[in-house]
């Protein structure tokens, strides 16, 4: 297989730290070429294809593909709501690019890259890390590393989630407001929270706005990670995997022979180039539910 000479080695590196506080990780190597697919998660067709050596690194050549693709067909860059990828793709140069370029809400998963604290003495495996919202003054506002925003009571201690209010585009400003007063309960470090975060609410309760573009950015996105919103988003992402079947079972790239960069690019191309001219057969034939379809024929038209 390593007789190849345009193909070389990727590898892919995973870690972490077990529930008894070992670090642990992974690394996994392959020899051959990189697949990079852009698609219509509701069509379930490919719009962008690109083929690399193994070792390309996938996060600066998804910038590239979206710059290109969006550059060549803008009308795609106003049609897509939103852009799902895997942790794999975690980068916050990425996540600016999609929405200060497009405004195109990205919805990838947030990889655990915070290691500071799991080195200090005492940690626990299991609590969740948090750090200082605004680090500048003593607030008592804290984040996660998938962006949850939480209140820390400064007279019982008690850590709750603030509710999240929606994103104000105009403002590129996440919007929260204090749980306590959401649900009309009483909390007695409210005078305290307030006078650290310099506001007078009233009765409302303290609103808290986040302007992403001031924040990191990994982290901090126009639709919360975990929201009800970014879950549905980023379901449609399953779309991908069923593509990436097709390729590697109906056209037979899970186990192949080619050798050499131009042939790979040129069975790929020809590939997609099949998936999308059965797709518009179909729709031609008036069976756009069908145009997923690679084991239906679309009809010729007779005269």
């Not at 069976?287 to 239906?296: D, G």
Request: with cysteine; net charge neutral; hydrophobic share 35%.
């Amino acid at each position: 297989m390593t007789s190849d000479p345009d193909a070389d080695w990727g590898h892919h590196k995973t870690s972490g730290v077990d529930a008894n506080g070992k670090a642990w990780s992974k690394v996994k190597s392959w020899f051959g070429y990189g697949l990079h697919v852009i698609a219509d998660t509701h069509y379930e067709l490919p719009v962008a294809v690109v083929v690399t050596c193994a070792s390309a690194s996938e996060s600066p050549t998804l910038r590239q593909m979206i710059g290109e693709l969006f550059t060549e067909q803008p009308v795609l860059a106003e049609r897509c709501e939103d852009f799902s990828a895997d942790r794999g793709l975690d980068a916050g140069e990425t996540k600016a690019l999609l929405w200060d370029t497009y405004r195109i809400r990205p919805l990838i998963d947030t990889r655990e890259l915070w290691r500071a604290e799991k080195q200090e003495p005492g940690f626990d495996p299991s609590s969740t890390i948090t750090r200082p919202l605004f680090p500048d003054r003593a607030d008592t506002l804290v984040h996660t590393e998938m962006g949850h925003v939480r209140c820390c009571c400064p007279q019982t201690g008690e850590v709750r989630d603030l509710v999240f209010q929606g994103f104000e585009a105009d403002r590129d400003t996440l919007k929260y407001r204090c749980p306590a007063a959401y649900v009309g309960s009483v909390c007695p470090g409210a005078e305290t929270c307030h006078a650290a975060g310099d506001v007078h609410p009233g009765a409302y309760g303290r609103i808290v706005r986040i302007k992403i573009t001031e924040q990191d950015r990994r982290i901090f996105v126009p639709t919360p990670h975990g929201s009800p919103s970014w879950h549905r988003g980023y379901n449609r992402r399953t779309a991908l995997e069923r593509i990436n079947n097709r390729i590697d079972n109906s056209f037979g790239f899970e186990h192949h022979f080619i050798r050499g960069m131009d042939k790979m690019k040129l069975r790929v191309g020809l590939a997609f180039a099949v998936m999308l001219a059965m797709a518009l057969g179909h729709i031609k034939q008036g069976r756009a539910h069908q145009m997923r379809s690679l084991v239906q024929t679309p009809r010729q038209a007779s005269g």
